[in-house]
C-alpha cells in the first residue's frame, strides 16, 4: 500500500517560498523541506494539508494548484504537492528546526532533501510563468 505525504508550498508577496528545516529524524535532521505530513486514516489530502500546516507552523492556508503529480519519496511513499498562502497567522517553527523564507535567486540556498529540490524547481517553473 502507498502512503501518501502531503506537503505545501507556501508562497508570499515578492514569490517569496517557505521552507522549513527538518528537526527529525536523524538522517533527515538539517535538511530542508516544504511543511506537510502524512494524511491520516479517513481525511481527506485537503484537510491533511490544512491540518499539518496548522500544527506544524500555526497558520491557516488557503490551498491552491497542485503541482505535478505523485512525487516518489522512499519505498511506499509518495509525495502531492499545492501551492498554497497564509490565510491566517504567522508561520512559526513548532517542529522544525527553523523557517526561512527564500525569494527569487534564493531558492536554491538551503540544502533540499532529495524530492523537496525538484520540487523547488517545478515551483520555480511555474512562478515564473505568473
Known amino acids: 500500500m502507498t502512503v501518501v505525504v502531503v506537503a505545501a508550498v507556501i508562497i508570499s508577496s515578492g514569490a517569496r517560498v517557505l521552507a522549513a528545516q527538518r528537526a527529525e ?16 486514516p479517513g481525511e481527506s489530502e485537503f484537510e491533511a494539508l490544512v491540518r499539518e500546516c496548522q500544527e506544524e507552523l ?14 516518489p519519496l522512499t519505498d511506499g511513499y509518495v ?3 499545492w ?5 491566517e497567522g504567522t508561520p512559526e517553527a513548532k517542529e522544525h528546526l527553523a523557517l526561512r523564507w527564500l ?19 517545478a515551483v520555480e517553473r511555474v512562478l515564473q510563468q505568473d
Open 25 to 40: 529524524p536523524p538522517a533527515l535532521a538539517g535538511g530542508w523541506e516544504f511543511p506537510g505530513g502524512k494524511v491520516d
Open 58 to 71: 500555526g497558520v491557516r492556508i488557503a490551498v491552491g494548484e497542485r503541482v505535478g503529480g505523485d512525487w
Open 79 to 81: 509525495m502531492r504537492v
Open 83 to 87: 501551492l498554497a498562502s497564509v490565510a
Open 103 to 121: 525569494a527569487p535567486g534564493e531558492y536554491y540556498d538551503v540544502e533540499w532533501l532529495g524530492a523537496d529540490h525538484e520540487i523547488m524547481k
